[in-house]
């Protein structure tokens, strides 16, 4: 997995709240058997008119946010399936960091999964945020991981909360599957056990 | 110390406990379908990987296949085949339970799981599917996750997890007649948004739920994500017990017995403690439906499509949005708006129980003319069941197209669509944008409701049509 570490870039502003994994990549988009080239379809609907043409209004689509690399979205943000395309339509379109109010469970464990980092600050700094990024290409905002911090534009510094696990293996870019097999003599001791305790299952 | 049913399956599971908090849980059940899989069996396969527990892990088909009676001559869509044949060759390849396409046990991971009595009290169930929250109806603490995962429990049959908060929804009374189990589930949503369960388990409880019937407590379950939780359960009782009785991946014998001492013990302690709870009067519930893009937006049928500047905050620009994507607007009464389709199935309400809950609508009824209406059984049993109990032909006579089983219109992944601008009456679980087609209209309600506007052509109070007593 790709480590993350700081990042610094052009932030695209997205108010609206809710914002479902079905608006982030739309089901039809869902038929793949690969990880890779789903930023093209990200947002497809919001992004794109019934035949095919950008529509000029959609953040994405406006020439300041084209190389965006940073969401500042509203409340409740990846609600809906479980589709991990939704981070991988992101990341493929350059997306790295999405901050929010909050993020539905499933969409915030996934992004950790894709060296993408969610972050949640209160409702008055996502303002601010939101209206940072509003300011166009000028106006970019700045991740630090390991300082687990966001500084806007103007040098105003918040603090955000990460869990210390989740830290560290996106700031080491660590593969889940590889340091769970590390354990796997512990596996192996439940599984023992279980099959005493709870032979049916 | 007290704990709730949430605490008693965690601590049953933990493998391993970090410093932090980190667990690493063991996962009892691993479902799986055709659309989160292929890339995390193809992860397995590049690092030389096996499934460490085969006999856990349950394949099924369901999001993409047709559900029209020619699918046995093959998908038509390239990219569906394309799917569901990956999925045909990874669970051969990697010795997986597997129900394929026509197999008459196919259907719905989430009504499959049940119906095999794969699903059991106690257990951990996971699936690459928001709606796996579904099984925590018998009190398994069943989640959904991301491909990555599904990656991780094929390797390892355990998650990395971080333990959620509890929260307690409790249902008072009984519900008055006319009122089911989805709008249990819509209304609890309505009351707390589609974010009020974002770091908790939610248990169901109360007189209500307990007398909700297991299709009933699946109904409520499988929507605890669309009000953010991570799970809802709720804790078997006797019909938990006797529905999973006989099932063929059910235990028997001594085993049984030495099962069903265990899961009797499966039930939050009185004085456990809760991080939050809500409570809502059964008798308070109506028949609901939704109006907007989100399963919050929600009111009972009797009700006027809102007023965008009613609400606060992001949501006056959600909703304003909503309603111009619905085609709606204020004051208007929801009984008034015009349906073109009707589609009853789903994890959410596609068992034999919500067949029964429309049947009885439509007996010796028509369609309205000119609309569009199916039922996609949940399973090829249910469909074989409804056939058997006369069902079938009840929805037939009244104008509904009867299909073969999977998940059909409530994503449209399959041909089953909404065109632009058609309005559908579902008993599914999501009315986002374009969830069912692009530029399609979702209205959300129960199948009985479904099924009356069926008839009428418009949403409908189920209650006009019920038998009134003499």
Known sequence: MEKFTTLTGVAAPMPLVNIDTDMIIPKQFLKTIQRSGLGRNLFDEMRFDDDGNEIPDFVLNQPAYRNAQILVAGDNFGCGSSREHAPWALADFGIRVVISTSFADIFYNNCFKNGMLPIVLPQDQVDLLMEDASKGANARISVDLEAQTVTSSDGQEFHFQIDPFKKHCLLNGLDDIGLTLEKVSSIDSFESQASQARPWV | ?470
């Open chain 2, 1 to 470: 110390m007290p704990k709730t049913l949430y605490d008693k399956i965690w601590d049953a599971h933990v493998v391993h406990e970090d410093a932090d908090g980190t667990c690493l849980l063991y996962i009892d059940r691993h479902l799986v379908h055709e659309v989160t899989s292929p890339q995390a069996f193809e992860g397995l396969r590049m690092a030389g990987r096996k499934v460490r527990a085969p006999e856990k892990t349950i394949a099924v088909p369901d999001h993409n296949v047709p559900t029209t009676p020619d699918r046995e001559n093959g998908i038509e869509n390239e990219e569906s085949r394309i799917q569901v044949d990956a999925l045909d060759r990874n669970a051969r390849e990697f010795g997986v339970n597997y129900y394929p396409v026509n197999d008459v046990r196919q259907g719905i991971v989430h009504i499959v799981g049940p119906e095999q009595g794969w699903t059991l009290p106690g257990m951990t169930v996971v699936c690459g599917d928001s709606h796996t929250a579904t099984h925590g109806a018998f009190g398994a603490l069943a989640h959904g996750i991301g491909t990555s995962e599904v990656e991780h429990v094929l390797a390892t049959q355990t998650l990395i997890q971080q333990k959620s908060k509890n929260m307690k929804v409790e249902i008072t009374g009984s519900l008055p007649p006319g009122v089911t189990a989805k709008d249990i589930t819509l209304s609890v949503i309505g009351a707390t948004g589609t974010a009020g369960g974002t770091g908790y388990v939610i248990e169901y409880c109360g007189q209500a739920i307990e007398e909700l019937s297991m299709e009933g407590r699946m109904t409520v379950c499988n929507m605890a994500i669309e009000g953010g939780a991570r799970a809802g359960l709720i804790a078997p009782d006797q019909k938990t017990f006797d529905y999973v009785q006989g099932r063929p991946h059910a235990p028997k014998g001594a085993q049984w017995d030495a099962a069903l001492a265990w899961w009797k013990t499966l039930k939050s302690d009185p004085d456990a403690h809760w991080d939050k709870v809500v409570t809502l009067k059964g008798e308070d519930i109506a028949p609901v439906v939704t109006w907007g893009t989100s399963p919050e937006d929600v009111l009972p049928i009797t009700g006027e499509v809102p007023d965008p500047a009613s609400f606060s905050g992001g949501k006056v620009e959600a909703a304003r949005r909503a309603l111009e994507y619905m085609g709606l607007k204020p004051g208007q009464k929801l009984t008034d708006i015009e349906v073109d389709t009707v589609f009853i199935g789903s994890c959410t309400n596609g068992r034999i129980e919500d067949l029964r809950a429309a049947a009885a609508i439509l007996k010796g009824q028509k369609i309205k003319a000119g609309l569009r209406a199916m039922v996609v059984p949940g399973s090829g049993l249910v469909r074989a069941q409804a056939e058997e109990e006369g069902l079938a032909q009840i929805f037939i006579d009244a104008g509904f197209e009867w299909r073969l089983a999977g998940c059909s219109m409530c994503l449209a992944m399959n041909p089953d669509q909404l065109s632009p601008g058609e309005r559908c009456a579902a008993t599914s679980n999501r009315n986002f944008e374009g969830r069912q087609g692009r530029g399609g209209r979702t209205h959300l309600m129960s199948p009985a409701m479904a099924a009356a506007a069926a008839i009428t052509g418009r949403l409908t109070d189920i209650r006009e049509m019920m038998a009134q007593p003499a």
